[in-house]
């Protein structure tokens, strides 16, 4: 199994960028899909997740100006992103539960992180 994330860059802050991570290889099924971040000497967090029946949940801080959405044919997980901040400058990770075969269990995969920097 392997997640490709794509759409990281640079943008002036009140810009807006997109994220993409698509999932490839032995999937049987997927649960959630989620977007997480590391800004420089913090801790990895949460941002957004989806699960497999489009609920939706946020980090407070990006409540009302990011939307988490999934595309189940493609096996993809995007991340729009507007009226961006300094503060969301980090590298952004996605994470897709799933399970590989039929007779396994699901865990969790990373895609390989995307650079996102919000700087005037």
């Known amino acids: 199994v392997q997640l490709q994330a794509f759409g990281g860059g640079l943008v002036q802050p009140g810009g807006s960028l997109r994220l993409s991570c698509a999932a490839s290889g032995s999937i049987f099924s997927i649960n959630d899909m989620g977007w997480y971040r590391q800004a420089p000497g913090k801790q990895r967090e949460l941002v957004a997740v989806i699960t497999s029946g489009g609920s939706t949940n946020y980090a407070d801080s990006v409540k009302g100006r990011f939307t988490i959405s999934r595309d189940n044919a493609k096996n993809t997980v995007y991340l729009q992103m507007n009226s961006l901040k300094s503060e969301d400058t980090a590298v952004y990770y996605c994470?897709?539960?799933?399970?590989?075969?039929?007779?396994?269990?699901?865990?969790?995969?990373w895609g390989q992180g995307t650079q996102v920097t919000v700087s005037s």
């Open positions: 994470n897709v539960n799933l399970k590989p075969h039929r007779y396994g269990s699901s865990r969790p995969y």
